[in-house]
Antibody
Framework: QVQLQESGPGLVKPSETLSLTCTVS????????WSWIRQPAGKGLEWIGR???????NYNPSLKSRVTMSVDRSKNQFSLNLSSVTVADTAVYYC????????????WGQGTLVTVSS | DIQMTQSPSSLSASLGDTVTITCRASQTITSYLHWYQQKPGKAPNLLIYAASSLQSGVPSRFSGSGSGTDFTLTISSLQPEDFASYYCQQSYSTPRTFGQGTNLEIK
């Protein structure tokens, strides 16, 4: 059974960079797209972007100037960096696997709350 | 971007009822439409993929239909564990987009 676990600081100061890592266990990271999705408290889901194990990335245009994603196949991990954060970036951040084929999200991490505050 | 419009945004129903949630895409997405259930403090869970295919392990009281721009999620014979939020999501193109969600509450 594939499992995903997010890790990273729970508190980030405004203007700094939010950095999260997702560790994949129970299966190989290779051959899939891996996504980051966030959800502000009480609100809906926002797709941040995705990274393939080949290194190909796609980002949400609304965040593209501030987002970088990467993958480390040797560690079965992928990462998110979001620069110049503001309070509007406070949210629960989820990592998820894009299924091959229909490209839905079949496995999710439990989510990690990141608060932007000084 | 493809806009996904879900309705209603909230819904009250009783145990045993059948409910329907609608999702409309701003342009055709063929069958690249998926439904998720989310409970408080938990990650979303895939219920239906490709508009009408039941994800493994999901009870058969959940069903989906539609293609093109108009889709529905139907939950029959509501059980206590079904009271949650539901989201549709398109994977036809990037950026991936979600509906705003439907909060299903007990009447």
């Amino acid at each position: 059974q594939v499992q995903l676990q997010e890790s990273g600081p729970g508190l980030v100061k405004p203007s700094e960079t939010l950095s999260l890592t997702c560790t994949v266990s129970g299966g190989s990271i290779s051959g899939y797209y891996w996504s980051w999705i966030r959800q502000p408290a009480g609100k809906g889901l926002e797709w941040i972007g995705r990274v393939h194990t080949s290194g190909t990335t796609n980002y949400n245009p609304s965040l593209k100037s501030r987002v970088t994603m990467s993958v480390d196949r040797s560690k079965n991990q992928f990462s998110l960096n979001l620069s110049s954060v503001t309070v509007a970036d406070t949210a629960v951040y989820y990592c998820a696997r894009d299924s091959n084929g229909w490209r839905n999200y079949d496995y999710w991490g439990q989510g990690t709350l990141v608060t932007v505050s000084s | 971007d493809i806009q996904m419009t879900q309705s209603p945004s909230s819904l009250s129903a009783s145990l045993g009822d059948t409910v329907t949630i609608t999702c409309r895409a701003s342009q055709t997405i063929t069958s690249y439409l998926h439904w998720y259930q989310q409970k408080p403090g938990k990650a979303p869970n895939l219920l239906i993929y490709a508009a009408s295919s039941l994800q493994s392990g999901v009870p058969s009281r959940f069903s989906g239909s539609g293609s093109g721009t108009d889709f529905t999620l139907t939950i029959s014979s509501l059980q206590p564990e079904d009271f949650a939020s539901y989201y549709c999501q398109q994977s036809y193109s990037t950026p991936r987009t979600f509906g705003q969600g439907t909060n299903l509450e007990i009447k």
